[in-house]
Structure formats: C-alpha cells, structure tokens
C-alpha cells in the first residue's frame, strides 16, 4: 500500500500573485473571509487590505491585524484601523441584529459575498475590485483563472471520467458531495466524484466507503501536521481492500488552499487533472 503525501514543497510551484505596485490608497478594506483575502492578494490589491480575518493561512497575511471571523467581530479593533471596507460573508437573510448599524457606525461599508460554486468566484473576485475602484485588476485576474482553467480541461480531454472519492478529514468519514467548488474543479479534471445526494459536505461510514469502492482517492488536508498525516496512512493502512489503496491511487494534499475557494482554484484544478489521469502504481511501492 502506498500513500502519496502531496505538500507544499511537493507539488508544481503555486501561481505567483500580481504584483500590487499601486502605492497604498484608499479604499482600505478589513476581510473577514479568507476566500476572500486570497482573491484580493491574487488580484494584486494588497496595498488596500488593512487587516484580515483569524482563519487566513497566506503567508502574505502574517503581521496584519486579526479582527473577526465568521463568529465574531473585533469593534474595538476595527475602530482603530477604520478601514473603509469590510468583507462579510453571511446569508443576507442571517445577518446579526446591529451589523449593519455598528459598521455605518464607523463609517465601514460592508461587503457581503456568497462564494460555494467555482462560479461564484469569479463573480466575487469583480465584485471585490468594483468596491476597490479597480475593476482591471480583476478582470485580469479572472482571465488568468480560466485560462489555468481551461489548460486543465484540455489535459483530459477525451480521457475516461475516473470515479474519485475527496475526503476533506484524516479517517475518512468527511467528504466532499456535490454542488460545490471542489467538485466543480473535480469536473473540470475528468474526475466522476462517487458521492451523490444534495449534500455538499456530508460524512460517511466504513461500510459506505467499501460499497463505493472509488478508483481514486485524494484526502484533502490542509495545513496538516505530522501526526495528522500519520493518521491519515493508518486510515488507509486498514482497507486495504479498496481498489484505489491496491493499486496506489490514495494522494494526501496538505497544501493551506486545498479547500478554500480562493486564488489557487486553478492551480488545484491541474493538480486533480495530474492525480486522478496518472498511471496506478504497485501497491506495495515505498
């Protein structure tokens, strides 16, 4: 049985963002969505975030003011900075009683995305440079997207749709359903994800997991630590039966972005095209 671990320094080097020369300007913006973040970054619109969320794992994010999630919200915090814009994202019919009036409050204009599709980030990622007054930038950015996009859909092209399961825990009980951006980017990499139903994040049991019996497996693990990863290949050390495990098709990716839909979605999209299309191995590699 062999496990791919599939880090950081493992894969293709990550798309580097544009660079952001526009000196700082207004307007500043404070995200509390990490997606959200990442588009902004990618976009090239660095000079204008003034602080981000607790939850942003970019490196470039590092010395930036923490002042929310999607819990709560740092007031006293963001009454120092004063940040023009604020990043949200909640259901508009599920905003808390005074969000509204604390922002107007310290004159903060909020910003409410909805990003669950692979589409919804290209409409988020406009809707981020219209708040910012710089619609070029992403535009530029989303073309640069689908072009990394479409390179992935030319590499499978005519290729058999291979049954995958995405599990996004160390044991293989949290998955990855339909309906959402990941397995839009599975589509896209000629992937046929073996869970069905409405649900888009939903859990399974071992027996579930047999019966399915997908051809490839690829464990989603952000940021996971060593011995999560080790849980991860005990996970697998005991199924053994599965046909994805024999022929040495279980890949763990442990890059930060794997499940965010942020910046690195086409990055991501060639990486499932490359796992799910590669040649089994011997299932007893090293």
Request: glycine residues 6%; proline residues 7%; aromatic residues 4%.
């Amino acid at each position: 049985m062999c496990v791919c671990i599939l880090g950081i320094g493992a894969c293709e080097p990550e798309s580097s963002s544009p660079v952001d020369t526009v000196p700082a300007a207004r307007p500043t913006v404070a995200s509390l969505v990490p997606a959200a973040t990442d588009l902004l970054f990618g976009m090239g619109a660095r000079s204008h975030v003034v602080a981000v969320s607790n939850y942003d794992r970019r490196d470039e994010t590092t010395g930036l003011p923490r002042v929310g999630d999607y819990q709560q919200t740092d007031w006293e915090k963001l009454s120092t900075i004063k940040p023009d814009l604020m990043v949200i994202q909640v259901a508009p019919s599920r905003l808390p009683p005074g969000l509204v009036q604390r922002a107007e409050s310290l004159d903060m204009r909020l910003v409410n995305v909805q990003i669950n599709r692979l589409t919804d980030i290209f409409t988020v990622t406009s809707q981020l440079g219209n708040a910012l007054g710089r619609p070029e930038l992403a535009g530029a950015f989303n073309a640069s997207v689908q072009g990394q996009l479409d390179e992935a859909r030319r590499a499978v092209q005519g290729r058999r749709a291979v049954r995958v399961l995405l599990c996004r825990d160390e044991t293989a009980v949290y998955v990855v359903g339909r309906d959402n951006f990941v397995d839009d980017l599975l589509q896209i990499a000629g992937g046929e994800n073996v869970i069905t139903g409405d649900n888009p994040w939903p859990s399974i049991d071992r027996e579930k997991l047999i019966a399915l019996d997908p051809d490839v497996i690829i464990q989603l693990l952000p940021d996971a630590p060593p011995q999560i990863v080790d849980r991860a290949k005990q996970t697998w050390s005991t199924l053994g039966e599965l046909r994805a495990v024999k022929n040495g098709r279980v890949h763990l990716l442990t890059e930060w972005y794997v499940l965010q839909p942020g910046a690195q979605v086409g990055t991501l999209a060639n990486r499932f095209a490359t796992l799910i299309h590669e040649p089994a191995r011997d299932a007893t590699e090293q």
